[in-house]
């Protein structure tokens, strides 16, 4: 009798986690990213009352005897199956789609997590505002390029950042009259950005050539600015007033008093213009310069990479959130405020890019729902109560047989 209340009592005490394990999953139905766990069970050393015995000649083999002691917890894993996407209307809010965990860092601990809740800090870090870790990735340099072989570190939003982008092209529009003589001329304006994002407007001119369906053209700057090496100086026109050559014509500026880079194969894009009989009208209808902005906003890509947005227009990359994956996520610790952290089991993290090898893409608006089964756990729940009640019924029955011996003595 004594053996069946131990069996019994084994099975009361690991019940009582299997209800535990049902319990947290149920507490944690709407927390963001919630992995949830499930029990198995295993049974305990059986006590060998007669071994077995093998076949002989004159009759068949004997199987052992056994008596089981009991059931033992096998194991309490965490099933990492996607979680629903749910809109916040939040754009900093991070959702990963796929496999792999934000990289959090607190001092010199660093942890992981798949709760996307991200806001920037008064120092302008992304952190997490519930615990105030940090979010981890790679800054971009000046050009925007990103070196994700280089280790993580905290991602920084460069509020109030200047930021101008020099002109590359300039695009003409407009007419040359085709009854224009020899040396007659038509200007324009060339509007363009150095590198500081101060304009400069430089002066285009075009002069009729003896050729009738030809014009030269050259660009003078303001003092101090220095233009060279033009290239294709004499456009042609087909016999319908539609511009044929040069395919490509561009200039060098130099000499700019404010410091600025020198401009090289500055493109001036003459292919709109026409060669028609009406009076001549040139224009500059597009620039790709801008003057200088300062970060204002920003956005996360798929990709991961943080887009600032600047007050002139322009937007570029300031960063890359950075992505973990793990070979074995179920061997992760978990370490409460929905974050984990590796094990001996889990393997070292391997992080990267959001969207290479293994790891999934970033969502920005949504966060991760958890993705805990109710009908599931409820199933769970009938079936972690009636094990522990069959169970208790034993211990009670087993009492009862017990008091029967005592009983005998009277």
Known sequence: MLRSMASAISALRNHQTFMDVVSTNIANINTTGFKSSRVTFQDLLSQTLASASAPTDTSGGVNPIQVGMGMRLGSIDTIFTQGNPRATGQPRDLAIQGDGFFVLQQGDATYYSRDGVIDVGTDNTLVNPSTGMRLMGWMADASGAINTGQPVGPLTIPYGAGEARATTEVTYEGNLDAEAQEGDTVEATIPVYDSLGEIHALTLTFTKTANDREW????????GVTVSNPTGTTISFDTNGMYTSPDTTTIDLSGFDNGAGDMTGLVLDFSALSQLAKPSEVGATNQDGLS??????????????????????MSRVVGQVALASFNNPAGLLRMGQNLFFPSANSGTANVGAPGEGTRGTVWSGYLESSNVDLAREFTDMIIAQRGFQANSRVVTTSDEILQELVNLKR
């Not at 030269?216 to 003092?223: G, S």
């Not at 200088?292 to 227009?313: C, H, K, R, W």
């Open 216 to 223: 030269t053209w050259a660009v003078t700057a303001p003092a």
């Open 292 to 313: 200088a902005g300062t970060l204002t906003d920003f956005s996360v890509n798929e990709f991961g990479q943080i887009i600032g947005m600047y007050s002139n227009g």
